[in-house]
């Protein structure tokens, strides 16, 4: 759909002062990038476009050109905001302690027509999206373009808490379609009048603007929970501020301290208390609104909080509006940040997949990077077994650590797809599909699936990559020999002996001599500290030294 801008910018100018007009039309700039006039007493008037604030006269503000404003606007709600009938421009003020208005902050609201176009499949798709991003760049007008889209197919039902999304009076502006808009008294009463909606007036998808108090945040989720679709928007930049919001980060599923027991502890490989997701999240795509025509999308709000307290964060799609047109989208590794802070290690986990744009508007993702050469498992001449670059997902890096270090195997633990050598996964993890995983297989990078977190998986993940004890047929084989040792043993300690030592071994080594005494009836354990541990083997536990 082509873009069309619907501003009404002759009735915002019909309000202000007759000589600011005339400096404002005087500047010939481009109208479609103004933001704002700011009135302020005692200072000079100024006009904020896309690129910065330019000085309209270099008179200072009066009460009079303050009165003569606020005389032609709409009455001042509680929250200090006014609008101009059947228009979509806000009128905000600032008054002292006496209550008298000091400063005006005149906004355009523009109408952009087409300009959902970029998130189109996300938001016909049903689920609850949630578009963040600071004061300015354009959310408001992404929720109205929403809500009118939808409305032609869907019982939509707007609440308005300021009046900025359906314009201001009794009858809404044009740009919301046949959206249904329900006015807010009072902003403290936002979360009643979300309430009201649903159990009043039937609806199939609720827009709201500027959820900001922990109520809005409640009532969002109960909404969720009633299953209908939520569109909204919030203040700030990425998905850390939400979780660092106390008001607000139960819209992405909140975050607690919890205390694990030591066993969990070490199969996860962290520090007993760690952070965790308290909650399933109201909004399960998220939306960071970077400019006007660049957006960052996070299909899986889930999966991302998960990722991010585990400080593993997960590709991320950007979405990019070019000046033809066109709209592209790429597949990007966001930067490590929540997670950093809070020493997560665990990948988290992923439920959807990728959606598509339609072919027609988008292009293949481009990675930006070649994988990692493969691993090749034989020694190198005078330099032993090659280092493996390995991503975990779901996996205990500690755990994948320590066992590398018992077979004395070189690892490399990697936080990124395009230096990884393989990725090893859990069953669980692997069946849903992510889309980390999904890239992986895309890249060509080898997937290791593991049934079960534990040290004996593990080592045989790495017995296997490595080609351990398999690489050679000579008689000098450690295994082989291991084997050989083992079963004289087994024979001595049959034939009377009290007990017997096996030479030092590994830990793989060490666990397949133990499977043959156990095959055998016998005892064995092991003693020693590495690189010296070693099995002893003995006829039963009264027999023990």
Not at 482 to 502: F, K, N, P, Y
Request: aromatic share 4%; charged share 30%; glycine share 8%.
């Amino acid at each position: 759909m082509e873009r069309r801008i619907t501003d009404d910018l002759d009735k915002l100018k019909a309000v202000l002062p007759p000589h600011l007009v005339e400096k404002l039309n005087a500047l010939g700039r481009d109208e479609d990038e103004l933001l704002e006039v700011i009135l302020d007493l005692g200072r000079v008037p100024t006009a904020r476009f896309t690129d910065g604030e330019v000085v309209l006269d270099s008179r200072e503000v009066t009460a009079e050109m303050i009165a003569y404003v606020t005389e032609r606007v709409g009455e001042f709600d509680e929250d200090n905001r006014a609008g101009i009938e059947r228009t979509l421009h806000r009128i905000s003020a600032i008054r002292n302690r006496r209550g008298h208005i000091v400063g005006l902050t005149c906004r355009v609201g523009r109408a952009v027509y087409g300009t959902i176009d970029i998130l189109a499949d996300i938001i016909e798709s049903g689920n609850n999206v949630l578009l963040l991003g600071p004061p300015g760049v354009g959310k408001t007008t992404l929720l109205r373009e929403a809500a009118r889209v939808l409305a032609e197919t869907r019982r939509v039902v707007i609440v308005d808490t300021s009046n900025e999304i359906g314009g201001d009076g009794d009858v809404p502006h044009p740009a919301v379609g046949r959206a249904r808009r329900m006015q807010v008294p009072t902003p403290v009463l936002q979360h009643e009048v979300m309430i009201e909606a649903v159990e009043n007036h039937n609806p199939e998808t609720i827009v709201i603007d500027e959820i900001g108090r922990e109520l809005e945040a409640a009532a969002a989720r109960t909404i969720a929970e009633r299953g209908v679709q939520l569109i909204g928007t919030a203040h700030g930049n990425t998905l850390d501020n939400l979780l660092l919001n106390p008001t607000l980060s139960d819209l992405v599923g909140g975050i607690e301290s919890v205390t694990l027991s030591d066993e969990e502890a070490r199969r996860r490989g962290t520090q007993k208390t760690v952070l965790e997701r308290r909650a399933p999240p109201t909004f399960n795509v998220l939306v960071e609104i970077q400019t006007r025509n660049r957006l960052v999308v996070l299909d899986d709000v889930a999966a991302a909080v998960d990722a991010k307290l585990r400080g593993r964060p997960l590709p991320v799609e950007i979405r990019q509006r070019n000046p033809d047109g066109t709209i592209t989208i790429e597949t990007a590794r966001p930067e490590l940040a929540f997670g950093e802070r809070n020493g997560g290690r665990n990948g988290g986990r992923r439920q959807a997949g990728r959606r598509e744009m339609a072919p027609a508007r988008t292009s293949e993702p481009d990675y930006g990077y070649s994988r990692a050469e493969p691993f090749e498992p034989a020694r190198r001449e005078g330099r032993g077994l090659p280092t493996l670059h390995v991503f975990p997902y779901g996996l205990a890096r500690n755990r994948l650590l320590d066992v590398a270090r018992q077979l004395h195997v070189p690892i490399e633990i990697v936080d990124d797809l395009e230096s990884a050598q393989a990725l090893v996964t859990l069953k669980t993890y692997y069946r849903r599909r992510p889309r980390l995983i999904v890239d992986a297989e895309r890249m060509g990078v080898s997937i290791y699936v593991l049934r079960a977190n534990t040290a004996t998986q593990v080592e045989d993940f790495l017995v296997d990559i490595f080609d351990l004890y398999h690489d050679s047929p000579q008689d000098d084989d450690p295994l082989t020999a291991a084997i050989r040792e083992t079963e004289e043993a087994i024979r001595r300690v049959r034939s009377g002996e009290r007990s017997v030592d096996l030479s030092p071994q590994d830990a793989y080594i060490r666990r397949k001599q133990h499977d043959m005494a156990r095959a055998a009836h016998l005892v064995s354990h092991s003693y020693g500290t590495e690189p010296n541990r070693r099995v002893r083997i003995f006829r039963d536990e009264a027999a023990r030294p």
